[in-house]
């Protein structure tokens, strides 16, 4: 009787196992998938395919699956979504930001120790006070405290700079913004772009395009489009299919032509 | 196979939708022309879902056969209602962080005129009526006393800086104490109760993120405060002083000579919060206010002064948790402990009045159409009232009669209330409550059933409709045998509300009609303190037009106009020639306007971002004069050496209209980091115009003279800082 017992509690354990890594791989298969679509959208800036990306986290999340990454990849389209719609002054800017701060905050939740998520739920905050500058009193100190709290936990984490960074850029001067820093704190992001080894890849590993392409476009506005150049060969070298890089660089050289 | 197409309510393809079966990864999301297709390998009973951002999820079963080929026409509706933070009830103004927020603290402290104070910022939203300078909410035809506020679930019974009949001068609770506001003006939820007309219900500090301190002297005062971070994400406090004193500020403007003891008060806040899991939270918030003036009163027999100083605290102990992932659990005992004394002549009383209190609310999140509210309270309330008080009420003189008080009276009041929150469709909801509230003193049970209707029309757009009945008890000294009358039932009153409201980006305009039907008011009489027997109602229109946004756009603000009809059965004050040698004041009661029935009230608030450092604002009031009681002859007494006066008809005369003009100037200035310094200038009551607040009359009543505002144009100047380091430049 007692072996009967061992053995259907052998085959209770080795079900659950079995079922549990099937399903863990099941789930990693997809945020796999998922984030290197996203990638590949961001790379073409393709609207469309950005958000079939995003789907693929929907999807996740909608089985009840509430992974911490699902919720923060489907926060990273919503930031980058967000981004497009912020430009085009389209009405989804507001939709996407909100969505992305709801999932951003649950990717926190289920691990609080995730400096990325604490980062880009940072820059989403500072987008709402962009588009509603009357929430800057309380926004204005959260965005600040998931930024330090990003620093906190990872201070190298070059995703964590790069973002501060860019908002330390666009904050105006009276209220603590500085273009210098914002500058010299990109550099430094770029630096550790250069020496992250991801060793997990379904952990996040976007940005280094993003670092080096704001710096261009920062040198391009201070006048300076041979520093520019060199970031958007840089970007092309890391990355040849990267879009943005590619749009700029011909309008650049045309630039330095003319100086020429 | 599964293939079809997703449009909108008005057939125009929907791209970019995520259609899958919820149970597995196969989906497709839709192109430009909202086609979608995709292959399933699982058969048998499966739900299809249908997900774009700002359009209501769509959810279907469908059962797959091997082999079969399904093709769906699929019809999403845009998102016009969120449960979450859904305000079904009308007349209500929110503050907080949300969309579609309607009175922040931003919009308190820079209301040009409002002085940094909420209750006097409310006085310029649609339906509070402006009877005087001072900080009284006055809310739709009814009194002062009619509204109630709550700060953490605990009742503030004396809101107000230097209390007069018509509330005080000033809030006690000053809007950077708080990070909510919620305030009703009527057809609120079954939550609140004993109160017959408004609640203005706030939130205090939560758990600091980061230390910070602030700073601020202006010529009235001097004020600092510190959010200190104990344990980052555990614990946490806050503190704060404020010293006001007038001296410099009277000086300056030319004002004070009429103070013997010019208006002064101190206060101060701690908290303390222990926040002892992701969603478990202790806070503790204690306040304490002191005030006092003295003023010279006009009295022909003696220099007359009045001095009145008070003394506020108040002690809440809040515990707050999700019992589950959706109910969220709160509950909060407090005690407010006030004390007043006053001193006029032969007038030299001390009030205190003790209020406990224990309350829970629970909030569920039942379904993710429906959330469920219920909860309780016990209020134990003790009013003492000692010293001495004219035996004739004119007769004030310190030699004159008069009687020894010393009474003290206590009621209890429990009070509990359920209410259902419903989505009936995607753009109907359905508020269902009902509240029963037991008071010792009259023995009754009291029944408040209420029910709101919130209809979108659009995104934009929407329609409420609020019905309900609501209660409020008397103080416990006025069921006091003696002064009191020991059979006081509850006074209760009907509210019927339709509003409208539209808001975009830019702009948002509300509409609402009111009708308020009163029954057993307290009418004042003369053998047994008061009766039950008074009535009335009051109905009427308030529009509401807010443009702009604070600090994005160069010109926001808003305009509130109300206009008001209201009429009560209230007592008149008339002379009975007992015999040769004996006059005595009686009463006779007669339907009349009411006290605040303020035919129109019209405020226009304007805030001018000059620059993005520099900020210029004005306030314009007028308000129709309120209605007052003329005293139209008197009888002198037989014995001693005074009149009485002989009243006229009820309310039959009003003051002149009331204009205030006030303007006010911001200057930002950016240190070091995060850190900030504002300077700020105000100029109130820039036309000098002296509003009439009541009539004095002469010994003999035969003439009058108007009582004007003390509030004559008026400077101030300050500045404030908020700092997170000590490295300031």
Redesign the interface.
């Known amino acids: 009787m007692r072996k009967i017992q061992l053995f259907l509690i052998f085959i209770f354990c080795t079900t659950f196992t079995v079922n549990f890594a099937f399903s863990q791989i099941s789930t990693d298969k997809f945020i796999l998938a998922g984030k290197k679509q996203l990638a590949e959208a961001t790379d073409n800036w393709n609207e469309a395919n950005i958000i079939k990306a995003r789907s693929i986290f929907e999807r996740l999340l909608a089985q009840k699956k509430e992974e911490s990454l699902a919720h923060y990849y489907t926060g990273l389209a919503d930031y980058r979504l967000a981004s497009r719609y912020f430009i085009s002054q389209d009405a989804r800017a507001g939709q996407y930001l909100d969505d992305g701060i709801k999932n951003l905050e649950q990717a926190i939740k289920k691990n609080k120790k995730f400096a990325d998520a604490h980062a880009l739920l940072a820059t989403l905050y500072g987008q709402k006070i962009s588009l509603n500058p009357s929430l800057a009193m309380s926004l204005g100190q959260q965005s600040f405290v998931s930024f330090e709290n990003a620093k906190r936990l990872q201070p190298n984490n070059p995703r964590v700079l790069l973002l501060q960074a860019t908002s330390v850029y666009y904050t105006p001067e009276q209220f603590g913004g500085s273009k210098i820093k914002a500058m010299r704190q990109m550099q430094v992001a770029i630096e550790q772009f250069g020496k992250e080894k991801g060793t997990d890849p379904l952990l996040p590993d976007w940005g280094y395009e993003d670092a080096l392409m704001m710096m261009a476009t920062w040198q391009m506005e201070s006048g300076d489009h041979a520093a520019a150049l060199k970031f958007v060969n840089k970007t092309l070298q890391i990355n040849p299919d990267f879009g943005w890089a590619k749009a700029v660089k011909d309008s650049l050289a045309k630039e330095l032509k003319k100086e020429n | 196979m599964v293939t079809g197409t997703v449009a909108d309510q008005n057939n125009k393809p929907l ?2 939708v ?1 259609v ?1 079966f ?4 196969e ?1 497709d ?1 839709t192109d430009s022309t909202g086609y979608f297709e995709f292959s399933t390998t699982k058969t048998g009973e499966r739900i299809l ?1 249908a ?1 774009f ?2 359009f209501e999820t769509y959810e279907r079963k469908i059962t797959v056969q091997p082999g079969a080929k399904i093709k769906l026409t699929i019809k999403l509706l845009p998102t016009v209602l969120q449960t979450e933070g859904m305000t079904v009830s009308a007349s209500a103004f929110t503050s907080g ?1 949300e ?1 579609g927020v309607t009175l ?3 919009d308190v402290v820079t209301t040009p005129g409002a002085a940094a104070d909420i209750y006097l910022a409310i006085q310029t939203y649609p339906g509070v009526s402006k009877l005087d300078d001072g900080s009284g909410l006055f809310v739709r035809g009814g009194d002062v006393s009619e509204t109630v506020t709550i700060l953490d679930q605990a009742t503030v019974v004396h809101p107000y800086r230097w209390e007069s009949p018509t509330g005080g001068v000033f809030g006690t609770i000053a809007p950077f104490l708080v ?1 909510g506001t919620f305030f009703s003006s009527g057809g609120f939820s079954v939550k609140y109760g004993n109160a017959l007309s408004a609640v203005l219900a706030m939130e205090s500090l939560g758990l600091p ?2 230390t910070s301190y602030n700073f601020n002297l202006g010529l009235a005062g001097i004020s600092a405060g510190a959010a200190q971070v104990l344990v980052p994400g555990k614990l946490g406090m806050h503190l704060s002083g404020n010293y006001i004193a007038t001296d410099l500020m009277f000086k300056l403007n030319h004002s004070k000579e009429e103070f013997s003891v010019l208006p002064n008060s101190q206060d101060g806040n701690f908290s303390l919060i222990y926040r002892y899991s ?1 969603s478990g939270q202790l806070k503790f918030f204690a306040f304490g206010s002191r005030d006092e003036v003295g003023v010279k009163v006009d009295q022909p027999s003696f220099d007359a002064v009045f001095t009145g100083s008070g003394l506020n605290r108040l002690y809440n102990l809040q515990w707050s948790d999700l019992l589950r992932e959706n109910w969220l659990s709160k509950t909060s005992l407090s005690l407010n402990r006030f004390q007043s004394e006053i001193a006029l002549g032969i007038i030299n009383l001390t009030q205190r009045d003790d209020t406990y209190k224990l309350r829970t609310d629970q909030e569920i999140e039942a379904t993710k159409k429906m959330n469920i509210n219920f909860g309780g309270e016990i209020e134990y309330t003790i009013n003492r009232f000692s010293g001495t008080v004219p035996a004739y009420r004119v007769l004030l003189d310190p030699n004159s009669e008069f009687f020894r008080l010393d009474e003290k009276f206590g009621a209890r009041r429990v009070g509990f209330y359920g209410e259902s929150v419903i989505k009936l469709r995607r753009d109907v909801a359905l508020n269902l409550g009902l509240r029963r509230d037991h008071h010792n003193l009259s023995r009754q049970w009291v029944t408040d059933p209420r029910a709101s209707l919130l209809y979108s029309m659009t995104k934009h757009s929407s329609m409420r409709f609020s019905w309900g009945i609501f209660h409020q008890f008397a103080a416990p000294i006025s069921y006091a045998p003696g002064p009191g009358n020991p059979n006081l039932q509850a006074m209760r009153a009907q509210h019927i509300i339709l509003g409208y409201d539209y808001r975009n ?1 830019k702009y948002q305009f509300r509409a609402e009609s009111y009708y308020k039907k009163y029954d057993h008011l307290l009418l004042a009489d003369a053998s047994r303190g008061s009766l039950n027997d008074g009535y009335g109602f009051a109905g009427g229109l308030d529009l509401f037009f807010k443009y702009g ?4 756009d160069p010109v926001n603000g808003w305009i509130s106009y109300g206009i008001i009809r209201s009429k009560r059965y209230q007592a008149r004050k008339i002379v009975l020639q007992k015999s040769p040698d004996m006059i005595s004041d009686s009463y006779s009661y007669e339907y009349a306007p009411s006290p605040f029935d303020i035919t129109y009230n019209l405020t226009i608030v304007t805030k001018l971002n000059l620059t ?2 520099f900020n210029f604002g004005f306030t314009y009031r007028i308000a129709t004069g309120r209605p007052v009681t003329p005293v139209v002859s008197a009888v002198k007494d037989p014995v001693y050496n005074f009149y009485h006066p002989i009243e006229g008809a009820v309310n039959s005369e009003r003051l002149p209209t009331y204009h205030r003009f006030d303007t006010s100037a911001t200057y ?1 200035q ?1 240190l070091k ?2 850190n900030y310094v504002v300077f700020y200038a105000g100029l109130s009551n820039i036309t000098n115009r002296k509003n009439v607040l009541d009539y004095d009359y002469s010994i003999d009543y035969s003439t009058r003279e108007p009582r004007t505002t003390n509030f004559s144009r008026f400077i101030y100047i300050g500045f404030t800082m908020a700092f997170q380091s000590f490295d300031l430049f």
């Open positions: 791209p970019f995520n899958f919820k149970d597995g990864f989906g999301v879902t997900m951002i700002g962080d969309k922040r603290n931003m990070r993120e980061q992701d980006e946004e604070l600090f994005k993005p450092q930002y950016p980091g995060s």
